[in-house]
């Protein structure tokens, strides 16, 4: 939670909601397990009109978004399978957003989700899913 968001917090007397928390919690954990594997890591959160980006990596000559899905039971589903056609088109479009900002640079992309677990609130479990798909059709890019 950024200052202003626990200022307005503090403010309003509203905490932020369990899943927003939740989110940020499997976010950092899944930035600190990829610069763990050697990623640099470039930014978290980008928003574009397209959607949100959750974090951007670098690995070696690869751009890499990176989709982070947080929960804490897999009763109904792998968190991945969140990730369905309607979601990889967004994620695809704010990319290109990405890249359209960098002036779209000579590089490799992909996209990769991250997996995280919790137990009592606490992260139990990080699965790092790479190259899990690529940019929706009918969307190109290099």
Request: glycine share 6%; with cysteine; hydrophobic share 40%.
């Amino acid at each position: 939670m950024n200052l202003w968001q626990r200022l307005a917090a503090v403010v309003t007397g509203k905490p932020k909601p369990v899943h927003l928390q939740r989110g940020e919690l499997g976010e950092r954990a899944a930035k600190r397990h990829l610069r763990s594997l050697g990623l640099k890591f470039l930014t978290a959160n980008f928003k574009s009109r397209s959607g949100e980006i959750d974090l951007v990596f670098c690995d070696g000559d690869c751009l890499v978004f990176v989709e982070v899905k947080t929960r804490s039971s897999e009763g109904w589903t792998r968190p991945a399978a969140a990730v369905n056609a309607a979601k990889r088109r967004r994620l695809s479009q704010t990319a290109l957003d990405y890249l359209r900002q960098l002036r779209y640079p000579t590089t490799k992309i992909r996209f990769d989700i991250v997996e995280v677990l919790l137990a009592d609130n606490a992260v139990d479990e990080v699965r790092h899913l790479p190259n899990t798909f690529v940019l929706s059709k009918p969307y190109r890019y290099g």
